[in-house]
Structure formats: structure tokens, C-alpha cells
């Protein structure tokens, strides 16, 4: 009985992320429809070239402590809270860093103009720590409340994004849709969730 019973609740979640990834690629898809009609194509690259220059230190700022959340045996809450500080701290030296590296690394590439938009583009650092709260979810096997967030977001991102693109933005409607789908989701979460991590620091579990 329990084993069914387990089968059935991965069996549903799968398929809540299953349906969760088809409404992202549907959503996305219809908000970059709307914005190649309304837009310069070449924006597009402009704001994609100043986010691959942000993904230089966004790997950095993921140290991948959910994973230890949702299979780990200790506390779940204590390791949330260490984990959540960690990233924060990383979070807010890289975009420091990005700050003061970005002048230079536009003028090198000859695109001073898009200083500001890779300094912007660097706040979206914080989503890796302010995201964390879904990780309880995942671990106990709740998909609905760990997807959905991104869904609204996602909803909620597109009608504003189209509304500043169809408002004359241009370039900045388009660093709207990156930066609100990721606030709004961390929103969200922090809106929704049972416990919220808080600061702390214990270098065992750090460490761990």
C-alpha cells in the first residue's frame, strides 16, 4: 500500500514538472513572438551578449547546497539557513566585483554602451539564495508549490515586459523580462513558504 502510494505521488509529479516545462517553453515562446515584432533584432543580441558576460560569475554564486537539502538526513531548516547565508555573501562580492569589471570588459569588447545593462543584469545573482526556500518542497516531493511560483512569475513577467516593449523601451523592456520572472519567482516563494531561511552561519555545515 505504501509503495503505491509513493508510485502514485512521483507519478503526479512528474508529470506537474512535466507540464510545468511545456508552459514555461509556451510562455516564452509567445512573449518572444510579441517582442521580435515589436523590437530591433538587434537588441536582442545586445542584451544576450550582456548577459553571457554576467555568467561569468553566476555559476560561482550556486554552490549547489539544495541538493544536500533535499537528500540530506540533518536538518533540513539548519542547512537552509547556512546555505542561504552562504550564497548571499558570494552573491553580493561577485556583483560588486561585476561593478567594477564591467567598464572594462565593455570597453574591451568596444560596447561601453552596455555597462549599465551587464551592472543590472548582476542583481540576478541574488536569485540563487533567494530561491532556496523551493528546495523544501523538492524534498518533500510537493512539485505543485515548487513550479508553480515560476509559472506566475513567468505570467506576470510577459504582460509587463510586453507592456514596457509596446511602450517604447525598446533594450530595457528585454532586461525587464529576465530580471522580473527571476524577483517575482523569489517573491513568490518567499510569499508561499512554510519556513524562510534566515542568517546563520556554522562553518560545519558550510563545510558539509
Known amino acids: 500500500m505504501v509503495k503505491n502510494e509513493v508510485v502514485k505521488h512521483v507519478s503526479r509529479g512528474a508529470k506537474i514538472v512535466s507540464a510545468s516545462v511545456l508552459a514555461q517553453f ?58 542561504f547565508t552562504f550564497e548571499l555573501a558570494l552573491s553580493i562580492v ?29 542583481f540576478s545573482y541574488f536569485y540563487n539564495p ?17 513550479k508553480y511560483p515560476l509559472i506566475l512569475a513567468q505570467v506576470l513577467s510577459a504582460f509587463l515586459t510586453i507592456y514596457f516593449a509596446f511602450n517604447g523601451l525598446g533594450l530595457w523592456s528585454l532586461v525587464v523580462w529576465r530580471m522580473s520572472t527571476l524577483l517575482a519567482e523569489s517573491i513568490i516563494l518567499w510569499m508561499i ?14 563545510r558539509g
Open 26 to 83: 509556451t510562455i516564452g515562446f509567445i512573449v518572444q513572438v510579441i517582442l521580435a515584432r515589436t523590437l530591433e533584432p538587434s537588441l536582442f543580441g545586445e542584451v544576450a551578449f550582456a548577459a553571457s558576460i554576467g555568467l561569468i560569475f553566476n555559476g560561482l554564486t550556486n554552490s549547489a547546497g539544495d541538493k544536500y537539502i533535499i537528500h540530506g538526513d540533518a536538518d533540513p531548516h539548519e542547512i537552509l539557513d547556512n546555505v
Open 94 to 122: 561577485f556583483i560588486i566585483i561585476m561593478f567594477f569589471l564591467a567598464p572594462f570588459a565593455m570597453e574591451w569588447a568596444d560596447k561601453p554602451e552596455s555597462t549599465l545593462v551587464v551592472q543590472i543584469l548582476a
Open 193 to 206: 513558504a512554510s519556513y524562510r531561511p534566515k542568517i546563520a552561519w556554522d562553518w560545519r555545515v558550510v
Open 130 to 146: 533567494l530561491s532556496k526556500p523551493r528546495c523544501l518542497y523538492e524534498r518533500d516531493l510537493d512539485y505543485y508549490r515548487a
